[in-house]
């Protein structure tokens, strides 16, 4: 009886409230994933064979998780973004050290006299 009721006002003109509803269980991999994108960017310049393999990681375990359809979708897509931009910054703070001519110290002592 309470169950028909539920979309009913009662005698006061308010409506009933149903059960509270359960939050969707989060995602392990959209955690991992966010954990692993916030480790991959922190250590994107400096330690850039620790940030690799954690972005691409957290890149495979954001894909894992969101698509498995569990909350946590918005952790995943973080993760997935901070995945991308710290690959993104270790390419490109290889490539300065790879394009940027090299002097050794004899060069700039020599340059400067």
Request: glycine content about 10%; overall charge positive; hydrophobic content about 40%.
């Amino acid at each position: 009886m309470n169950e028909q009721m539920q979309n009913y006002p009662n005698q006061n003109g308010n409506y009933m409230q149903g059960p509270p509803q359960q939050p969707k269980p989060t995602s392990g991999c959209c955690i991992a994933s966010l954990i692993l994108g916030i480790i991959a960017i922190l250590s994107s310049c400096c330690f850039y064979f620790v940030s690799i393999p954690c972005a691409v990681l957290g890149i495979i375990l954001a894909a894992v998780g969101i698509k498995s359809g569990k909350g946590g979708k918005g952790m995943g897509i973080a993760g997935l973004i901070l995945c991308i931009i710290s690959i993104s910054i270790v390419f490109l703070t290889q490539l300065i050290c790879i394009v940027s001519p090299r002097r050794s110290s004899s060069e700039i002592f020599i340059m400067q006299t």
